[in-house]
């Protein structure tokens, strides 16, 4: 890929979590063509490889490392790793996450008839699986937090470092059918305000980005049909954003160059931008 302009990054480790996914792997090779070395972490170790591959094929330095971002140990282990093979990291990008049909009702609107057919095989509010509620916000979240937990040791010792955790615009609009999910992204722009401040005095800046919507493989059966035509759900987004069209993830480079560099964003922290073609300023009106 080519980024839209150049920080330097040279000589400094990026770990990015969830960095075999479409949007995470735009990130991570983006870092590299700046100088970092990149650690593409990621659950799924052939996408961090494919990841990392491409970044070195370009001339670029990077490793795939296996990693869980709900495990500690795993955590520990991926990070141990990159030590000893990269160096101490000084930018991470919290990169996991997603959503679960488990903490997603049916329908956008409860229809109190609904609670009234016992043998109902679809699923209302009042049917959401707590397991499958839990498992969605300990991914964003927690996936979130540990990673922080494992990797920025060494940036608080050294008083230096950059965390971007992504977020989405969920956290501004909770959008129907997905409560976990929208509730999950909400605590992670929380979890960067609040990191923001308490990593202040060790020299640790923390802000976030939050996507719009564009077409990953974990959204693409939702939001197209297998003609490549736009779903009833894509309709609806596309007239709630402005500019009229899902983002690229090329759309997402300017914004994370700019967070991650010392240079251009040395005095912002605690911040979260949204990268979104307009959706959160549109009230639909």
């Given at each position: ?46 996408s961090a490889r494919r990841v990392a591959d491409e970044i070195t094929a370009a001339g670029g ?189 090329a759309d997402l480079i300017g914004a994370l160059l700019w967070l991650v560099s010392d240079q ?22």
């Amino acid at each position: 890929m080519s980024v839209p302009f150049k920080v330097d990054l040279n000589g400094k480790v990026a770990v990015v979590t969830g960095g075999g996914g479409v949007l995470c792997g735009a990130m991570a090779r983006a870092l590299a063509e700046c100088g970092a070395a990149v650690a593409v972490a990621d659950l799924k170790i052939e996408s961090a490889r494919r990841v990392a591959d491409e970044i070195t094929a370009a001339g670029g330095k990077a490793m795939a490392v296996a990693c869980n971002a709900l495990e500690r140990e795993s955590l520990e282990a991926a990070n141990a790793e990159i030590e000893k093979t990269l160096g101490p990291v000084a930018i991470l990008i919290n990169g996991a996450g997603g959503n679960h049909p488990k903490g997603t009702t049916a329908m956008e609107y409860l229809n109190p008839d609904d609670l009234l057919n016992e043998n109902r095989d679809f699923v209302t509010f009042y049917d959401l699986d707590p397991k499958g509620v839990e498992f969605v916000f300990n991914l964003n979240f927690l996936g979130t937090l540990l990673p922080t937990q494992a990797f920025t040791r060494k940036m608080a010792l050294g008083r230096s470092g950059v965390i971007i955790n992504v977020s989405s615009m969920n956290a501004f609009r909770p959008l129907t059918k997905i409560p976990a999910y929208s509730a999950a992204k909400a605590a992670v722009s929380n979890f960067t305000q609040w990191m923001a401040v308490h990593m202040a005095k060790a020299g640790i800046r923390v802000n976030a980005i939050a996507p719009g919507f564009f077409l990953t493989d974990q959204n693409r059966a939702l939001l197209t049909n297998p003609d490549g035509s736009m779903t009833p759900r894509s309709e609806k987004i596309l007239a709630h954003t402005p500019m009229g069209h899902f983002g690229e993830p090329a759309d997402l480079i300017g914004a994370l160059l700019w967070l991650v560099s010392d240079q251009a964003a040395g005095f912002v922290t605690g911040v979260v931008v949204p990268v979104d073609g307009g959706f959160s300023a549109y009230s639909g009106v």
